[in-house]
Every structure is written in structure tokens, then in C-alpha cells.
């Protein structure tokens, strides 16, 4: 099984078609980020977590299908006939509250219901291992790291800096910070139990 991993695909539309086209995936994960909510990746099902830069409105542009939005505390689980991956995420940013793509005490809330190691890929729009400690909101994002600790995924992705950072968390999880769309994404490849990940450059900007 082959997953293409993106972020901040935002309007780039050409870096997306062209990730796609070179890597022929299975599926695509998207950690958020969209001027537009439409297909760009042809008949692969493509999941993803909204960012802090979402449509209010979505346009069906004809009759492809759309996307499918991860909700929180859903797991998905990709299956390719040979290998199984399961996927959950977490919507938004460490903002002000008051914004509705502000991470909240509700969100995490949904995560507590997920099961240690129940999960294979965890995606964020913002990294909680990057909110500055001085933040506000670091409380916040101290305890979306336990609960990823707890869950125990083999991979967290995230996005929103635009450039590749790869981290970890107290319990080891590995979290890979993706770049943003028109300079780079991730591939993962998935056999039988082995995991393979590569970081992939681009040239769009």
C-alpha cells in the first residue's frame, strides 16, 4: 500500500496533480489547508482534517467525488487488499478559542475515546510539540501530547509551518511536520506489518 501524505495544499493545485501523478498512491491523507474542498487526486480516496484556512463553501465540480473529512474521535481504516492502516485526526490550531478552527477542550475530549494502540497514523494541522512555551495555549497542546502518547500511533503528521521538522514526543512517537504543498510531501509505503517513509522535495516554489 501506497499513501501519498500532504499539507497546506492551499491553491496549489499543480504541486498536488503533479505529487500524485509520480507517486500513483492507494490513498491520500491530508493534514489541511484548502482554498477549495474538490477531487484532485482522480478516483484515489482522499481523507483529511481541516486547517485554520478552510471554504466556507464547497463546490461540486462535475460530479467527481469530494474528499471525505476525517471527524474527530473516527477511525478509518485503509485497506488496499493486502495491508491494513488505520487513520485518526485531530481539526485546527492552537488559536484563540473563540475562532472555530481553535482546537478545544471538546476536541481532546474525542481523542480520550480512542484506544491505545488502536491507531497507525495520527494527523494534526499544527504540531503540539511546536506550540512555544510561553503560549497561551500550550496547556492545551501539553494535553493533545498525552493523549497521542496514550494512543500511541506509529506516525504523527502535521503541517501549518510549511517547512519539514521531524520530532518526537516524550513516549517516542514519531512526528514529521510536513512541508507545505508546493515545496514537498511525504510517501508511505506499507507491506505486510514493515513501514516504509520517505520525504520528497519539490520545485514549485
Known amino acids: ?6 499539507s497546506d495544499i492551499h491553491s496549489d493545485y499543480t504541486a498536488a496533480q503533479s505529487a500524485y501523478s509520480v507517486e500513483s498512491p492507494d490513498f491520500v491523507l491530508d ?3 484548502h482554498e477549495e474542498i474538490k477531487n484532485i487526486f482522480q478516483s484515489t480516496q482522499h481523507f483529511y482534517i481541516h486547517g485554520n484556512h478552510e ?27 493486502t495491508a491494513n492502516v488505520r487513520v485518526a485526526g485531530l481539526d485546527g490550531n492552537y488559536a484563540d478559542p473563540d475562532k472555530s478552527y481553535s482546537i478545544k477542550e471538546e ?3 474525542k481523542l480520550r475515546v480512542i484506544k491505545r494502540g488502536s491507531l497507525d497514523i495520527f494527523l494534526t494541522h499544527e504540531s503540539p510539540l511546536l506550540v ?15 493523549e497521542i502518547d496514550r494512543i500511541a500511533p506509529k506516525y504523527l503528521f502535521s503541517g501549518h509551518f510549511g517547512r519539514y521538522t521531524e520530532l518526537k514526543t516524550k513516549k517516542k512517537v514519531s512526528n514529521m511536520v510536513l512541508d507545505e504543498m508546493s515545496k514537498g510531501y511525504c510517501v508511505l509505503d506499507v507491506g505486510k506489518g514493515n513501514y516504509r517513509l520517505k520525504r520528497v522535495r ?3 516554489r
Request: aromatic residues 6%.
Open 1 to 6: 500500500m501506497k499513501i501519498l501524505i500532504v
Open 31 to 33: 493534514c489541511g489547508d
Open 55 to 81: 471554504p466556507s463553501v464547497i463546490n461540486i465540480f462535475n460530479n467527481m467525488p469530494l474528499p471525505n473529512k476525517i471527524s474527530g474521535g473516527q477511525i478509518i481504516v485503509l485497506n488496499n487488499g
Open 107 to 109: 476536541d481532546i475530549e
Open 132 to 146: 512555544p512555551k510561553n503560549s497561551s495555549y500550550k496547556d492545551l497542546a501539553e494535553e493533545v501530547v498525552e
Open 202 to 204: 519539490s520545485r514549485f
